[in-house]
C-alpha cells in the first residue's frame, strides 16, 4: 500500500463528465488499496470568470487598486466547487470521502495576496482521515493566512498545493494529471517528431519550467527536489484500459547522463532593455538591478558591451514583456543615480534554451547549438548558460524556426 497525492488541473475538471471520470481514476487508486489525497484546480475557465468581476468592481475605483485580500477571496471559490463535486462523484461510487479547504487543513501561508508562499501545513488531521480510508478532496491554489484571511498561491499554484500536501502526509509520489501525456522533448505543436521522456530529472525539469515549458509550474518542481518527492505527469484524458504511463520526475540516475540535452524550450514572453553609455565603473550594474528588485521586476538574461563613449558600457538585459513598462518606468526615475544616457527596448524577441545534466560531462554542446542556428541565418543577441543549460535570444520571427533546428541538431526525436 502506498500513499498517492493525485492533482488534476481545470481541463480535466472541466464539466461534471470529466469529473465522473477523474472520479473513476481516483477510485481505481483506493480501490488498489492506496491510501489517496487528490488536490484539484477549478473547472477550466472559471478562475478567468471570477477574476474578471473583480477587474469590473475595480474599474470603479478612482485609485484602480485592487482590494487584495478580498480578491483571493473571491478567486479562491472555484477549487471549492470543484472540490465538493469530485467527493460528491466519489461518494456516489460507494467510496469514503471528504472535501478539504485550504483553512481546514490549515495549509498556511504569508500575506502576499495573489501570489502568497506557503509557511507551513498542519496535516494532522488530514493524515488520521486518510488512515481510516477516506479519500480527501482538496481545493488548491489556496491556504490561509495567520489572521485567518484566505490567500492564494498565485497562477499553477495548485501544482504547489499538490506538491506541499504530498509533502506534508509523507507521499511516496505525486502524480499530476494533465490534458498531455506527459513532458516532450519540446512543444509538439511545434516539433511533430517531438518525443515524450520516459524520465528526466528534477534539475532538468526545473529548467524546461523557468525558461518556458508550462507543464509543471517551477515553484512545485523546486518543492518537490527540495524534498526528493517524485513527481509523475501523466494525462487524465486517456481511456479505461489505454496504457498512460507519463513522465517521472525524479532525482538523477547514472544513465541519465548519457542523454546529453533531454529539451528544448522556448519563451515568447521576453523583452530586451538596452542602456546605453553606463557609466563604467564598479557598482552601476548593481544599482540598476536594485531598481529592477524594487519595481518588483525579475532580470534574467545579462550582457555588458563596450560603448562608444569613454569610460563607458552598453548594458543589455531581459525582463518579462509584462514587466516592460514598469521596468523603463523604473529606470528613468533612477536615471541620474545609475547614470546613463538613453534606453532601448524591444519586446520583439524570444528566448530559446537547450537543457541537459548531460552537458556537466559532454563537450561541443554550445557548437552543435550555435552552428544548428547559424545555418538557419538566425542571429544570437543575448547568450545566457547554466551547468546544464544555453539560452539565446532571438527575433520572435525565427522562434519556431530555432526550436526545430535545435531539436534536429540533437536529434531529440531519437529514444
Not at 198 to 222: C, H, N
Not at 223 to 250: K, W
Not at 365 to 382: G, H, K, P, Y
Request: proline share 2%; charged share 25%.
Amino acid at each position: 500500500m502506498a500513499r498517492i497525492v493525485m492533482k488534476f488541473g481545470g481541463t480535466s475538471v472541466a464539466n461534471l463528465d470529466r469529473i465522473r471520470h477523474v472520479a473513476g481514476l481516483v477510485a481505481a487508486e483506493a480501490e488498489a488499496g492506496n491510501e489517496v489525497a487528490v488536490v484539484v484546480s477549478a473547472m477550466s475557465g472559471e478562475t478567468n470568470r471570477l477574476v474578471a468581476f473583480v477587474d469590473a468592481l475595480d474599474a470603479d475605483s478612482n485609485d484602480g487598486g485592487a482590494i487584495e485580500d478580498e480578491y483571493d477571496h473571491i478567486v479562491a471559490s472555484g477549487e471549492q466547487v470543484t472540490s465538493g463535486l469530485l467527493a460528491i462523484a466519489l461518494r456516489r461510487r460507494g467510496l469514503k470521502a471528504r472535501s478539504w479547504l485550504g483553512w481546514q487543513i490549515p495549509l498556511m501561508t504569508d500575506f502576499a495576496y495573489s501570489k502568497a508562499r506557503i509557511s507551513g501545513i498542519q496535516s494532522p488531521a488530514m493524515d488520521e482521515s486518510l488512515k481510516s480510508g477516506t479519500i480527501g478532496v482538496v481545493a488548491g491554489f489556496q491556504g490561509i493566512t495567520s489572521d485567518n484571511r484566505i490567500s492564494t498561491l498565485g497562477r499553477g499554484g495548485s501544482d504547489t498545493s499538490a506538491v506541499a500536501i504530498a509533502v506534508a502526509l509523507k507521499a511516496d509520489r505525486c502524480d499530476i494529471y494533465t490534458d498531455v501525456d506527459g513532458i516532450y522533448t519540446t512543444d509538439p505543436r511545434i516539433v511533430k517528431e517531438a518525443r515524450r521522456l520516459d524520465r528526466i530529472s528534477f534539475e532538468e525539469m526545473l529548467e524546461l519550467a523557468s525558461l518556458g515549458a508550462k507543464v509543471l509550474q517551477t515553484r512545485s518542481v523546486e518543492l518537490a527536489m527540495n524534498n526528493d518527492l517524485p513527481i509523475r505527469v501523466l494525462t487524465s484524458m486517456a481511456e479505461d484500459g489505454t496504457p498512460n504511463p507519463g513522465t517521472l520526475v525524479c532525482n538523477e540516475v547514472n544513465d541519465m547522463e548519457e542523454r546529453v540535452v533531454s529539451g528544448v524550450a522556448y519563451s515568447r514572453d521576453e523583452a530586451q532593455i538596452t542602456l546605453l553609455a553606463l557609466k563604467d565603473q564598479p557598482g552601476m550594474v548593481a544599482k540598476v538591478t536594485a531598481a529592477m528588485a524594487q519595481a518588483n521586476v525579475i532580470v534574467d538574461m545579462i550582457v555588458q558591451g563596450i560603448s562608444r563613449a569613454d569610460n563607458a558600457a552598453n548594458l543589455t538585459f531581459t525582463v518579462g514583456s509584462r514587466d516592460l513598462e514598469k521596468a523603463i518606468a523604473a529606470l528613468e526615475a533612477a536615471k541620474d543615480e545609475i547614470g546613463f544616457e538613453a534606453i532601448k527596448s524591444d519586446d520583439n524577441v524570444s528566448k530559446v534554451s537547450v537543457v541537459g545534466i548531460g552537458m556537466r560531462s559532454h563537450t561541443g554542446v554550445a557548437q552543435t547549438m550555435f552552428e544548428a542556428l547559424a545555418d538557419r541565418n538566425i542571429n544570437v543577441e543575448v547568450i545566457a548558460t547554466s551547468e546544464i543549460k544555453i539560452s539565446v535570444l532571438i527575433d520572435s520571427e525565427y522562434t519556431e524556426l530555432a526550436v526545430r533546428a535545435l531539436h534536429a541538431a540533437f536529434e531529440l526525436e531519437k529514444a
